[in-house]
């Protein structure tokens, strides 16, 4: 099993598949300082997650954009997951923390783990169960924050 990359024409056609967000384009989730990462085992697809390095968090997918504008060089400090979806029971818990780790590695200048979600009970529970304290509830959104160590 392996995390990767999604880029344009390289398991890019997985973002086709997500629920929560499906209006939001693949030039959107690749270009500006966004990203997206996928759970694989083989050519088996287990789990995806959608990133966008921000300067402040985002209370709605305008901000989201606003916030994550510019030049992949930009050093955000902020990661925001703004959707995740799994394949396979138990594989969206793992890409969110192989994620986390994989942020630490290869963005370094990411300090904070925020997420945009949905106001339902699935983000709500999935999030909590995974140790998220809720940051802030928004009209449409809600923000929940992985309290991670500062390196
Ligand atoms: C949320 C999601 C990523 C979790 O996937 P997962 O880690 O692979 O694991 P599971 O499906 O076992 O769910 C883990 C936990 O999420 C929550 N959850 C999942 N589906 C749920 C539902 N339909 N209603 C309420 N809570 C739900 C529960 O807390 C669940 O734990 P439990 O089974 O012990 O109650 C997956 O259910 C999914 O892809 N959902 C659709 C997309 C989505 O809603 N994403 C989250 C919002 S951004």
Same mark, same amino acid.
Request: proline content about 4%; overall charge positive.
């Given at each position: 099993?392996? @995390?990767?990359?999604?880029?344009?024409?390289?398991?890019?056609?997985?973002?086709? $598949? $997500?629920?929560? &967000?499906?209006?939001?384009?693949?030039?959107? #989730?690749?270009?500006?300082? &966004?990203?997206?990462?996928?759970?694989?085992?083989?050519?088996?697809?287990?789990?995806?997650?959608?990133?966008?390095?921000?300067?402040?968090?985002?209370?709605?997918?305008?901000? @989201?954009? &606003?916030?994550?504008?510019?030049?992949?060089? $930009?050093?955000?400090?902020?990661? +925001? *997951?703004?959707?995740?979806?799994?394949?396979?029971?138990? *594989?969206? #818990?793992? +890409?969110?923390?192989?994620?986390?780790?994989? @942020?630490?590695?290869?963005?370094?200048?990411?300090? #904070?783990?925020?997420?945009?979600?949905?106001?339902?009970?699935?983000? &709500?529970?999935?999030?909590?169960?995974?140790?998220? +304290?809720?940051?802030?509830?928004?009209?449409?959104?809600?923000?929940?924050?992985?309290?991670?160590?500062? #390196?």
């Amino acid at each position: 099993m392996k @995390l990767i990359l999604i880029q344009p024409g390289y398991f890019s056609h997985l973002l086709k $598949d $997500d629920p929560v &967000r499906p209006h939001l384009s693949e030039n959107f #989730r690749l270009s500006g300082n &966004r990203l997206c990462l996928a759970l694989v085992c083989g050519n088996i697809k287990q789990a995806a997650v959608c990133v966008a390095l921000t300067c402040k968090v985002p209370k709605n997918e305008i901000e @989201l954009e &606003r916030f994550s504008a510019g030049s992949q060089g $930009d050093k955000n400090p902020i990661a +925001i *997951f703004y959707t995740i979806w799994s394949y396979k029971k138990g *594989f969206g #818990r793992k +890409i969110l923390f192989e994620a986390v780790k994989w @942020l630490s590695t290869n963005k370094t200048h990411v300090k #904070r783990i925020v997420t945009l979600s949905p106001k339902n009970n699935v983000a &709500r529970n999935f999030h909590t169960k995974n140790g998220a +304290i809720e940051l802030s509830v928004n009209k449409d959104s809600v923000n929940f924050e992985y309290l991670i160590e500062h #390196r």
